[in-house]
């Protein structure tokens, strides 16, 4: 069990930290405002309507850096600071999420399994749920005493961490090609200039560098666990 509770609190320390580097770079570009004035709302919605794409709905969403497309309603979701900010940052973050629409117009190959993934991740977090639940009432006891219901959560654990980390690991090139759809359209179009850009790709890479520590936290869980199987088979 201490294994599990090491690689938790490793993965925690290392998310916090990219979370608050993504924080003040935020926050640092915010300060510097854009060279042509558009708010990232404008910038959005110029990048849709270059890319064809007529029939996604910009919308202002609460909280801070909560941005985000959904393909449900086709809907681009900026935050306070993203849809009313006139800075590199704001730019960059509703670009990003443009490229998003713009993949799922294209048909993105990685973006369309990612979405035929979801159902699979909401059994999976459940089922890890009920087995946390039995981990913490004895359940690493069960397993190490060889049981039939320590087995069982083992294997539970086993396909739900190998669930949630593949959505993990399709989601990296998902977000990183939004990114450089979002960093070329806005270089293209003229949307920043040289010191502009460079701050925008900036940002976008500590955004990016969030999914990158979920991936590698969820493989890690799902080596643990594998490694506690196979270890027991040996025994």
């Known amino acids: 069990m201490s294994g599990i509770i090491i690689i938790s609190v490793v993965f925690m320390a290392i998310?916090?930290?990219?979370?608050?580097?993504?924080?003040?770079?935020?926050?640092?570009y915010s300060?510097?405002?854009?060279?042509?004035?558009?708010?990232?709302?404008?910038?959005?919605?110029?990048?849709?309507h270059d890319n064809n794409i007529y029939d996604v709905k910009i919308t202002h969403v609460e909280g801070q850096l909560t941005d985000h497309y959904n393909p449900m309603n086709k809907t681009v979701n900026?935050?306070?600071?993203?849809?009313?900010?006139?800075?590199?940052?704001?730019?960059?973050?509703?670009?990003?999420?443009?490229?998003?629409?713009?993949?799922?117009?294209?048909?993105?190959?990685?973006?369309?399994?990612?979405?035929?993934?979801v159902p699979i991740v909401n059994v999976a977090s459940q089922l890890m749920g009920m087995a946390n639940t039995f981990l913490f009432m004895g359940g690493?006891?069960?397993?190490?005493?060889?049981?039939?219901?320590?087995?069982?959560?083992?294997m539970v654990l086993i396909v739900a961490n190998a669930a949630l980390a593949a959505f993990s690991l399709i989601t990296l090139p998902v977000e990183f090609d939004a990114s450089n759809r979002a960093l070329k359209w806005m270089e293209s179009r003229n949307m920043v200039n040289r010191q502009e850009h460079?701050?925008?790709?900036?940002?976008?890479?500590?955004?990016?560098?969030?999914?990158?520590?979920?991936?590698?936290?969820?493989v890690a869980n799902l080596a643990y666990y594998v490694m506690m199987f196979l270890g027991r088979r040996d025994d």
């Open 78 to 117: 900026l935050s306070t600071d993203v849809y009313h900010g006139r800075s590199a940052a704001a730019a960059a973050v509703a670009a990003h999420e443009c490229g998003h629409a713009v993949q799922h117009a294209t048909a993105y190959s990685a973006l369309r399994m990612r979405s035929a993934m």
């Open 198 to 218: 460079a701050m925008a790709k900036d940002a976008l890479k500590w955004a990016a560098m969030t999914y990158v520590v979920g991936a590698l936290g969820a």
């Open 140 to 154: 690493f006891y069960m397993i190490s005493q060889g049981s039939a219901m320590g087995n069982l959560i083992l």
């Open 31 to 48: 300060r510097i405002g854009l060279y042509n004035g558009l708010s990232g709302a404008q910038i959005a919605e110029k990048m849709l």
């Open 15 to 28: 998310s916090w930290y990219v979370s608050s580097k993504l924080k003040r770079k935020f926050a640092e």
